[in-house]
């Protein structure tokens, strides 16, 4: 008797760590819905906010088809598809790649991976563009968001990216003078491109009974350590089929 009361003390002197199970690939299924309140900052522009709902339409084994629309908007709901695991993908340089992997399932503290890509003429501006996203999940944590409190398992992600801008042509003119009158000179250069580059902070909170993040943030700064754009997202409500 007097080993077992020994025993029992030990055990209460030095408490028996918790391990964290792992959280496995969501079940979702169509008429799932989740709204969540999005604000947006820009600069020195402010911010704007909108709460934007979120319906599965169908899934299969690969894909899950989303409707999207803007609270109180008329206009009609777009549809966007993503990875079972929600991950996000499109064209890049006529291939398809994942521009956005928050979560690679299951998911337990201490993971990490890793989405690297690069884009040619992105847009008007940019010749190329360069991403690279390190993931890692950081372990469980209380979060609070309009839906209410939950437990959540935190994923975050540090990257960095890099632009080769278009280049440009500068036009400058000159004039001389000669007896015949003045003689207008045109002349032009063109300007070699220029290279941007930066950094990124993503973090997520994923809730496995919401089958989905019930908060991220993401926030792009410039080589200075300037932030230029940061959005969060909160869920506000859920709904289940």
């Known amino acids: 008797m007097q080993k077992i009361i020994i025993f029992l003390t030990c055990l209460l002197a030095f408490p028996v760590s918790v391990v964290a199970e792992s959280v496995g690939l969501p079940f979702v299924k169509p008429g799932d819905s989740w709204t969540y309140r999005s604000t947006i900052e820009k600069g020195q522009n402010g911010w704007v906010q909108k709460s934007t709902e979120c319906t599965v339409v169908r899934t299969n084994s690969t894909s899950i088809l989303l409707s999207i629309k803007d609270k109180g908007s008329t206009q009609a709901p777009k549809e966007q598809l993503v990875g079972r695991d929600w991950c996000r993908?499109?064209?890049?340089?006529?291939?398809?790649?994942?521009?956005?992997?928050p979560f690679l399932f299951p998911l337990e503290p201490g993971k990490s991976w890793e989405i690297e890509y690069t884009e040619d003429h992105p847009n008007r501006e940019h010749r190329k563009e360069q991403f690279n996203h390190h993931y890692i999940v950081i372990g469980w944590e209380d979060v609070n968001v309009p839906a209410g409190h939950f437990t959540a398992i935190k994923v975050e992600s540090e990257g960095k990216w890099k632009a080769e801008l278009e280049p440009t042509i500068k036009a400058g003119s000159s004039s001389q003078t000669s007896r015949d009158g003045a003689t207008v000179v045109m002349q032009t250069q063109k300007v070699a491109p220029q290279t941007a580059t930066g950094r990124l902070y993503k973090a997520f909170w994923y809730v496995p009974e919401i089958?989905?993040?019930?908060?991220?943030?993401?926030?792009?700064?410039?080589?200075?350590?300037?932030?230029?754009?940061?959005?969060?997202?909160e869920l506000e409500s859920f709904k289940f089929q």
Do not use: L, P
Not at 89 to 101: A, D, I, S
Not at 212 to 231: D, F, M, T
């Open 211 to 233: 089958k989905r993040q019930v908060k991220s943030i993401e926030e792009y700064y410039s080589a200075g350590g300037v932030r230029n754009e940061r959005y969060t997202e």
């Open 89 to 101: 993908f499109r064209n890049v340089n006529g291939k398809e790649e994942v521009v956005n992997r």
